[in-house]
């Protein structure tokens, strides 16, 4: 099975940044889209971002667009969320999840369901 290890989360300042990783285990990393959500108190898990296997394409929710950036090393078999401008708003655990089924690159990855295996979180507190 796949084993995804989140890191890098931390309290920070409103208007910092952040550099989350994710480490995959498996020997096909280059084969899964990779996915970022984050779930808050009380609220639904979320999408973040997503990358595509080659790391040629992108998603983005409106929420981070332009703050955040996905990136993929696949010859590390990690994937990244580098996070600027955090607001109090991105506060939240953050999930790494891996998706080895998408064929296509489109609006489907958003989807939680679409993704078979997930990490065990990493905490990002965002003060005021």
């Known amino acids: 099975q796949v084993q995804l290890v989140e890191s890098g989360g931390g309290l920070v300042q409103a208007g910092d940044s952040l550099r989350l990783s994710c480490a995959a285990s498996?020997?096909?990393?280059?084969?899964?889209?990779m996915g970022w959500f984050r779930q808050a108190p009380g609220k639904e898990r979320e999408f973040v971002a997503a990358?595509?296997?080659?790391?040629?394409?992108?998603y983005y929710a409106d929420s981070v667009k332009g703050r955040f950036t996905i990136s993929r090393d696949n010859a590390k078999n990690t994937v990244y969320l580098q996070m600027n401008s955090l607001k109090s708003e991105d506060t939240a655990v953050y999930y790494c999840?891996?998706?080895?089924?998408?064929?296509?690159?489109?609006?489907?990855?958003?989807?939680?369901?679409?993704?078979?295996?997930w990490g065990q979180g990493t905490q990002v507190t965002v003060s005021s």
């Open positions: 999840a891996a998706d080895p089924r998408t064929v296509v690159f489109g609006p489907l990855i958003r989807s939680r369901y679409q993704y078979d295996y």
């Open positions: 498996g020997r096909t990393f280059s084969s899964y889209t």
């Open positions: 990358i595509s296997r080659s790391g040629g394409s992108t």
